[in-house]
């Protein structure tokens, strides 16, 4: 299985953008699927998951109240609506998953490329 996250762009400070993180195959319901991004010059940092089976999701105290991790089994997509964003916001975000709750990027495996996100101020 690979997941793939795409919908990054270049956008100003306040605007909204939605990415999408989809898996070439089957997600288990066992599986947490999480949100990262890396800043140029940073560590990864853990921004959001989400149980697949209960859709329990967590946020980073950074992104709390501006963005929603959701998921869609249908399609097998986690989504992350990310509002309200400013600078600080700028990175290469990923999507990975892990087979329990955790925000450390280690504990994660199918890492895909990542997509860009720049916010201008």
């Known amino acids: 299985v690979q997941l793939q996250a795409s919908g990054g762009g270049l956008l100003q400070a306040g605007g909204s953008l939605r990415l999408s993180c989809a898996a070439s195959?089957?997600?288990?319901?066992?599986?947490?699927i999480g949100w990262f991004r890396q800043a140029p010059g940073k560590e990864r940092e853990f921004v959001a998951d989400?149980?697949?089976?209960?859709?329990?999701?967590s946020y980073a105290d950074s992104v709390k109240g501006r963005f929603t991790i959701s998921r869609d089994s249908a399609k097998n997509t986690v989504y992350l609506q990310m509002n309200s964003l400013k600078p600080e916001d700028t990175a290469v975000y990923y999507c990975a998953r892990s087979l329990s709750r955790s925000r450390i990027a280690g504990e994660y495996t199918y890492w895909g490329q990542g997509t860009l996100v720049t916010v201008s101020s």
């Open positions: 195959g089957r997600i288990y319901s066992s599986w947490n």
């Open positions: 989400i149980t697949w089976s209960y859709g329990r999701t």
